[in-house]
């Protein structure tokens, strides 16, 4: 019998890479870097931001690969107002609590967008647990896209 639902923040609540997608194209067109959707789903999508900028912007300091990245997810932010729950996710994580299940958000995405994209979704209230991967020390999944460590943590936490 499962015990929890585990989800990421991006792509599993909301169709997140709409927003995402248009902030990175945005800030690269900033910076001169020509960009399309294409190159979006081929080159960002599913990367890590610093890995992204440090190849796409390979001149910048560590200072300013931090500052893209916090612009682009400001940017993210701004436009996250417009986002809407998945199709059924609603009715999911009711099943979820009808079945005493513990619903835990496990992401790496940035702590300052979490707060933004549940409240813009309505959804807050449903998580017993947030674990992000900043608070776990987690650094070296994050970059393998490996959550296992962030998932376990979720499920022994009371």
Do not use: C
Request: charged letters at 25%.
């Amino acid at each position: 019998m499962y015990r929890a639902l585990l989800f990421d923040l991006n792509g599993t609540l909301s169709d997140t890479d709409a927003l995402h997608s248009p902030a990175w194209l945005n800030l690269l067109a900033r910076h001169g870097v020509e960009a399309d959707e294409e190159f979006y789903r081929n080159r960002i999508s599913g990367r890590s931001n610093a890995v992204i900028v440090r190849e796409l912007l390979p001149n910048l300091t560590e200072n300013e690969v931090q500052g893209v990245i916090d612009a682009k997810e400001a940017d993210f932010r701004d436009l996250a107002t417009d986002l809407e729950p998945l199709p059924g996710l609603l009715d999911f994580m009711e099943e979820g609590r009808r079945h005493d299940m513990r619903i835990a958000l496990v992401t790496n995405a940035p702590s300052a967008n979490v707060p933004i994209v549940l409240a813009a979704l309505g959804i807050e209230e449903y998580f017993d647990e947030v674990v992000l991967a900043d608070e776990v020390g987690a650094g070296a999944f994050v970059a393998a896209k490996d959550f296992t460590d962030q998932k376990l943590w979720a499920l022994l936490s009371e």
